[in-house]
């Protein structure tokens, strides 16, 4: 059963660096491409990044860009999302989420298997 474990969520102060990393086990990592997405209080969740089972290509929200980038290390079954210049409005859970196929997907719905979250905290 492939299991999905995030971690490195925490508080921090605004202007802050994070990286949230994502492990993968019980699978073939290189079959999966991986998304990142992020759920805040009283909002629905919502695509963070993504990137392919190739690490060919990736994809950030509009919202994001410039301050979030997506790698990963097939050696080590993880996938990590470096956030840069970190604001309160990026307080939420943070999962990260794997689905068979050759690309990711900017919705939630096509992810097969999902981590538990990590919180991020940030504050002003």
């Known amino acids: 059963q492939v299991q999905l474990v995030e971690s490195g969520g925490g508080l921090v102060q605004t202007g802050d660096s994070l990286r949230l990393s994502c492990l993968v086990s019980?699978?073939?990592?290189?079959?999966?491409?991986m998304g990142w997405f992020r759920q805040a209080p009283g909002k629905e969740r919502e695509f963070v990044a993504g990137i392919t089972r190739s690490s060919e290509g990736t994809g950030v929200a509009s919202t994001l860009k410039g301050r979030v980038t997506i790698s990963r290390d097939n050696a080590k079954n993880t996938v990590n999302l470096e956030m840069n210049r970190l604001t309160p409005e990026d307080t939420a859970v943070y999962y990260c989420?794997?689905?068979?196929?050759?690309?990711?997907?900017?919705?939630?719905?096509?992810?097969?298997?999902w981590g538990r979250g990590t919180q991020v905290t940030v504050s002003s």
């Open positions: 019980g699978g073939t990592f290189t079959r999966y491409s």
């Open positions: 989420a794997a689905v068979d196929n050759y690309s990711y997907y900017l919705g939630d719905k096509r992810y097969e298997y």
